[in-house]
């Protein structure tokens, strides 16, 4: 068919039609086309903004390995709880400062005497400070050792345990500097083998609580 007085071209969305007839239709419901090149720059404006999006998701991804790094290197220093290099590991304490006339003095009255010097040995010298209840809550003590790096850290120990062993080797001490042949060494030594006594059964374990409650008592004093 041919045109008539030519074709007609919509001057909106740039279609031909073959009358004017036709083009008047078309106009009332044509719908603009894009400007040229819109498209192309829809397109492009898009990638940048999921290459934005994914170098923002990069960068959150990063805050968050570090924050998590951050935190984690705060927790273990806390659990290590780094210990003054002066301080003895616990079991090697020095025991110089304490005088004879303070063993003296210790023997005279057996049912303190241990106790009594575990005070002197560990809270009058502060390179003894190596032995502590954190949390009179929980059956657990801390005690100073020697970390696989080679650095003193406090290390939890059950509470019983620390006790026997403070008990063992300080009466083992005062035992060695008793003199059974005086009236003072014979005392303290009779006294220890009813408590050694205790601690085999005898009297229920009466006399070997007794001594470890004690002990508590200074090591929880402060």
Known sequence: MAYVNGPKA???????????????????????????????????ENARLVEQLKTKDEQIAELIKRASTTHNN?????NK????????????????????????????????????????????????DNVRCPNLKRAM?????????????WENKARG???????????????????EDTKVGAMFMNHQE???ASESGQDGGRRYKEQLDKIHCVITSG
């Open 81 to 128: 709880w780094t210990v003054d290099a002066s301080v003895h590991v616990f079991g090697k304490e020095e025991h110089e400062h304490i005088t004879p006339r303070q063993i003296e003095a210790l023997l005279t009255d057996p049912t303190n005497a241990v106790s009594e010097l575990i005070k002197l040995k560990h809270k009058r010298k502060r390179a003894n």
């Open 161 to 179: 345990e620390v006790l026997e062993q403070l008990y063992d080797a300080n009466s083992g001490h005062l035992e060695e500097e008793a003199d």
């Open 74 to 78: 705060t927790h273990t220093t806390t």
């Open 194 to 196: 009813k408590v050694r």
């Open 141 to 153: 003590y801390q005690v100073v050792v020697t970390g696989e790096d080679g650095e003193k850290q």
């Open 10 to 44: 919509c001057s909106t969305c740039g279609e031909i039609f073959e009358c004017r007839l036709k083009l008047c239709r078309h106009k009332k419901t044509c719908i603009s086309a894009p400007p040229a090149g819109l498209v192309e720059q829809l397109r492009e």
